[in-house]
């Protein structure tokens, strides 16, 4: 397994949308495993295979609590077949967006039709965080980032932020 490196925003290769995967192989696995291992490592709860470069219906999710034991979820070619109708705001983070924040308003429970790593159709119904963190993740599928949900106001903050600190970044490396 490996750590890769992820994907900061603002980039363009963020706002790729994602080719099917079709069949899961030996690379779709690795990838998906050291997929993993990088989450952990962040530490986040989910990520995309978009945000490591490789733009792939991919996404691995585990929103299992500390002290709980890991519940890692590997998702190709994820669809949400089905949403509630009401609309939770919660907050999100993203890691692509270290150290930022911001409430989105969202469907509280969907229901996902994916293809596991066995190339076994599935499909779950999930609330709470785990419904949240699977629309968040399809998202980056679609080339869509937590700051699209925010205004344009919220937005420049955000991404001039985010721009000054890979400045601050470049100019203590060099
Ligand atoms: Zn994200």
Redesign the pocket.
């Known amino acids: 397994m490996a750590i890769l490196p992820i994907i900061i925003a603002p980039d363009p290769r963020l706002k790729v949308t994602s080719e099917p995967v079709g069949r899961v192989d030996d690379d779709a696995r690795k990838l998906i495993d050291d997929m993993l291992e990088t989450m952990y490592l962040a530490p986040g709860v ?1 990520l ?1 295979a978009i ?1 490591v470069g490789v733009p792939k219906r991919l996404i691995v999710i585990d929103v299992a609590r500390k002290g709980e034991d890991a519940a890692p979820l590997r998702l190709a070619d994820p669809k949400i077949i089905a949403y509630s109708d009401e609309a939770v705001a919660m907050e999100e983070g ?4 270290p150290e930022h924040y911001a409430e989105v308003k969202r469907p509280g429970e969907v229901i996902l039709r994916y293809t596991d790593e066995r190339n076994q159709r599935q499909e779950f119904e999930a609330d709470g965080l785990l419904a949240r963190c699977i629309q ?2 399809m998202d ?1 599928l679609d080339g869509i ?2 700051v699209d949900h925010l205004s344009a106001i919220k937005r420049g903050i955000i991404i001039r932020k985010l721009l000054k600190a890979r400045k601050a970044k470049a100019l203590k490396s060099a």
């Open positions: 989910g995309s945000q993203c890691l692509s967006f968040h993740e980056h980032l937590l």
